[in-house]
Each structure stands twice: as structure tokens, then as C-alpha cells.
């Protein structure tokens, strides 16, 4: 609800991106936006029609694909305000550690990371637990929960917050 939340900000969304949060972030006086998917095909079926639907203009947005790899190299030390990731940790948990370096490398002073997650997927042996667990070993950010589905879903979802820590 809070529109002006991304005025001349940068905007990264990395998980399983469609585009859509990347698109509201712009609509809302974003600066810059960025978006990172799992493959070429997804971006060019999915995240690039989604923009083009609603009018960003090409020379807003910077596009990347891949593995977590790809993703450290595409964002070459650039420093992003704001950092959405829809589905971040549907991967295996082995891959946890690296997403965790790569929020803090992508992570502008000030800056902050919000990430939907159900509680545990099916697919992958990472879940939410064992993810803030680790961000809690790494004492880099301070992690709030904003959003939980109702107890009463099968497997909850959960939007949280990170920032980071200044202890």
C-alpha cells in the first residue's frame, strides 16, 4: 500500500519472476528495475511480454538468466534499494548459503529484500526455516516477518523482510 516506497529507487527481482512485481515497483516510481530468471525461455515467454504488456520502457530494464552463478555475474557489484524475490527459496538448501551472498553483494546500504516463501517445498529440500536460520548464523540482516496465509493452509506462505543488521 505504500506506493511512494519505490520512488527513484532500484529495483531487483530475482525467484521466480514473472515481472509483475518488477512492473508495480516501476508503475510506482522506480528508477531502475532489474530481473533475473531461472532460464532464457521463461524470460522471453513470461518476464519480457509481462513488461512490454505494460508499457516499461526497454531502456529501464536490465534482463539476466541462469543459476545462481549467472545471477553473481550478471549483477557485477551493481547495488540495488530494493530486492523482490517471489519463490526465493524453492532450491535446494545447498544452494541457501550462495543466495544468502548474493542478497548481501545486491543489497544497497539502506536497502532491503523482501521474499515470499511457503513454509516447505515438495520439490527441493530447502524451507523457510533452515534459510533464516542461516541468516540468523550470519548476523548480516535482521529479519521480519510482514505476512503469513492462514495456519489452516495445508503449507503456509510467509513474506519477510530483510535488512541489514547494524550491530
Known amino acids: 500500500m505504500e506506493t511512494d516506497f519505490f520512488d ?17 515497483a516501476y508503475e510506482n516510481g522506480a528508477s531502475e528495475i532489474a530481473l533475473h530468471c ?22 529501464k530494464c536490465k534482463f539476466s538468466y541462469g543459476n545462481l552463478d549467472d545471477l553473481a555475474k550478471a549483477l557485477g557489484g ?54 533464516l536460520s542461516l541468516v540468523r548464523a550470519h548476523r548480516q540482516f535482521d529479519s521480519i516477518e510482514r505476512w503469513s496465509s492462514p495456519k489452516t493452509d495445508i503449507v503456509q506462505r510467509k513474506v519477510y523482510q530483510l535488512t541489514r543488521n547494524f550491530i
Open 8 to 24: 527513484g529507487k532500484t529495483v531487483l527481482e530475482i525467484g521466480f519472476t514473472t515481472g509483475l512485481p518488477a512492473v508495480y
Open 38 to 59: 531461472q532460464s532464457k525461455p521463461v524470460l522471453d515467454l513470461y518476464c519480457k511480454p509481462t513488461l512490454k504488456r505494460n508499457n516499461i520502457p526497454a531502456n
Open 78 to 131: 551493481k547495488k540495488f534499494d530494493i530486492i523482490l524475490a517471489p519463490d526465493l527459496l524453492n532450491r535446494a538448501e545447498s544452494d541457501y548459503e550462495q543466495l544468502h551472498d548474493i542478497i548481501n553483494a545486491a543489497m544497497a546500504e539502506g536497502g532491503i529484500c523482501l521474499f515470499s516463501s511457503y513454509t516447505y517445498y515438495s520439490s527441493s529440500d530447502g524451507s523457510l526455516d533452515s534459510f
